[in-house]
């Protein structure tokens, strides 16, 4: 782990080394017919989107 990374970007991280992390957006419809498992996480309100990665942003 890097010094000085948040830890909701290491939970983040590691979420992907396990699992295949797919972002869905904020005005989704409707949950893919693929999808095994769905994970809704509601961060506290301290914590803002600049601790996720760039990249698959909503």
Do not use: K
């Amino acid at each position: 782990m890097m010094q000085g990374r948040s830890q909701p970007y290491v939970i983040y991280e590691q979420l992907q080394e396990f699992f295949t992390v797919e972002d869905m957006a904020p005005d989704f419809t409707e949950i893919p017919a693929e999808t095994e498992v769905l994970m809704l996480v509601h961060p506290p309100a301290s914590v803002t989107t600049s601790f996720l990665p760039s990249t698959n942003m909503c």
